[in-house]
Nanobody
Framework: QLQLVESGGGLVQPGGSLRLSCAAS????????IGWFRQAPGKEREGVSCISSSGGVTHYADSVKGRFTISRDNAKNTVYLQMNSLKPEDTAVYYC????????????????????WGQGTQVTVSS
């Protein structure tokens, strides 16, 4: 059974940091592009960052550029999202998603392009 599990969310003060993890089970992430998305209450799901299957190409939403870093460790079958300088507007449920991508240079920004989703992890930025 193909499964993605996010972890690492929590409550953090503004300016703080969190690292989210997205661990895959039932399949290897080596040939999958990964995206991180978030959804705040009353808002649509939005793309945060994505990474190609090789890890060589990444993309960030303007709202997180310079603060968030996506990376992957295929040996651990895990993708990470390092979030620094967190702001209250970063509060949301964060999801990771995967799509098969045999090309190592493509990334995918739209939620509809992804086939597999995790259950989400809550990130709350508040003082």
């Amino acid at each position: 059974q193909l499964q993605l599990v996010e972890s690492g969310g929590g409550l953090v003060q503004p300016g703080g940091s969190l690292r989210l993890s997205c661990a895959a089970s039932g399949f290897t992430l080596d040939y999958y592009a990964i995206g991180w998305f978030r959804q705040a209450p009353g808002k649509e799901r939005e793309g945060v960052s994505c990474i190609s299957s090789s890890g060589g190409v990444t993309h960030y939403a303007d709202s997180v550029k310079g603060r968030f870093t996506i990376s992957r460790d295929n040996a651990k079958n895990t993708v990470y999202l390092q979030m620094n300088s967190l702001k209250p507007e970063d509060t949301a449920v964060y999801y990771c998603a995967a799509v098969l991508s045999l090309s190592g240079t493509y990334y995918y920004t739209g939620p509809s392009e992804y086939d597999y989703w995790g259950q989400g992890t809550q990130v709350t930025v508040s003082s």
